[in-house]
């Protein structure tokens, strides 16, 4: 049944919301660079008949940035999205949307109105069956083909100036693996390995932790679409402590193959994954991009790392050190950055002194280089869906940091972060537009929470009683007709010892009757 219930899903199209959207990746629109679709619900560009929004300029940001790259004009993701798009959809109110035809981040309804928050939860603490749900979920993402959205297989300069698209298909899952892939690759100057290696949208400043919350959020989003799950969260892996992959078994995301410890064991569904965007020196040889294609299977060998680069798994007592640092970006505002927290946690500085280290991996770096394996690359790490549980604990951690500190939005860097990373940047390649001050911001604005976090009542609820629940749901019809079978039973057995009691007293009234008579 629920082979039958994924090939109904797989067969039926969802919409998608990242990177190029098929209806702005013709060579029309790509001369025009006005991105700005219609929606269907009311025939107009941008929804504007319903108020949703309406065709604009794009206002990217002229402040500067620092001086790690020290480029300009060479790179696509230079002030995103100009290179392609200087016109898109602004949408207003809860809209959100490359056609205004979605709702912000914790709204819902057919008119965006309904405002729900969303609770992420430990993996180990849901039930069998939501985490079964949970790798359903992803392996359809594998296996479904985006309907709306297409990857970049060149750039706008190989596309003739946008007279020749250069856009492939890929799944839902992989989209996302692009677009990782896509905003931390090395910037191509031509030529065969003439490449820009200190360029990275996504990482190595402040926007590391605003990036990647849009990420996994968008991420949740489009499951929820694809599913009709709209109560749908990823789960976190907390790691503080552990000595060992404690997600990688087969019942979770795949335990170590008995033969080859590179590979997943047979008995998971992600030993069939295929990954891409893995051959970032290979591109960069060719002077290409990643195009999507399959490279081989997912790769993950946890523990079996250079020791002298991640001696452990980050301690609960790291995790206490980098939330007690007060200033979130310091210095030169990237990975030799001092007392930062922002630096500390993504692990390019000490979680013991605060001051930034080379040659060793730290907090969230630490994790990748632990799994040995796909995701210890970079460009294309994304491809384990340990990626998702770990970068899920990241933002919680982030979370509690803006809690504890409660930071203005004034303390995001404005200018002079490595470029991408200023707060009016827009995020690469969002479309639609993000920018990464907006989300230097508490969950609670953008509608969800984490379960460790919230208050012991609701927290007991929601890690303890909710997976009982959850069960008890699975099961109701099965203890509805036991409860009904044995009320029947029960019926019938009293009947049953009625009508002998009343056949006995019937006899024992006419044996008394004969013996007055006699």
Known sequence: MLFLVLYVLCSVPRPSSQQFPRACATAAVLRTKECCPVWEGDGSVCGALSGRGFCRDVAASELPHGPQYPHSGIDDRERWPLVF????CQCAGNYMGYNCGECKFGYFGANCGERRESIRRNIFHLSGAE??????????????????YVIATGTYREMGNG????????????????????????ALLGGPGNVWQDIDFAHESAAFLPWHR?????????IRKLTGDFSFTIPYWDWRDAQECDVCTDDLLGGRHPLNPNLISPGSVFSAWKVICSQSEEYNRREV?????????????????DRNRVSRIPTSADVEFVLSLTDYETGPMDRGANMSFRNVLEGFASPETGLAVRGQSTMHNSLHIFMNGS?????????????LLHHVFIDSIFEQWLRRHQPPRSRYPTE????????????????PLFRNGDYFLSTKALGYDYAYMMDPGLQYIEEMLNPYLDQARQIWQWLLGAGITGMLLAGIVAATVTLAYRRRRTGCVMVRALSFQS
């Open 375 to 387: 995701m210890s690359s970079v460009q294309g790490s994304a491809n384990d869906p340990v990626f």
């Open 131 to 148: 985490r079964r749900k949970f790798i359903s979920y992803i392996n359809l993402a594998k296996n479904t083909v985006s309907p709306e």
């Open 85 to 88: 798009y200087n016109r898109t």
């Open 214 to 222: 849009v990420y996994l959020l968008y991420w949740e989003h489009e």
């Open 289 to 305: 991009l990643c195009d999507g294609t399959a490279e081989g299977p997912l790769l993950r060998n946890p523990g079996n790392h």
């Open 416 to 431: 002079n972060a490595p470029i991408g990373h200023n707060d009016d940047y827009y995020m690469v390649p969002f479309i």
């Open 163 to 186: 007279s020749n698209p250069m856009f492939a298909n890929v799944s839902l899952y992989d989209l996302f693996v692009w677009m990782h892939y896509y905003v931390s690759r090395d």
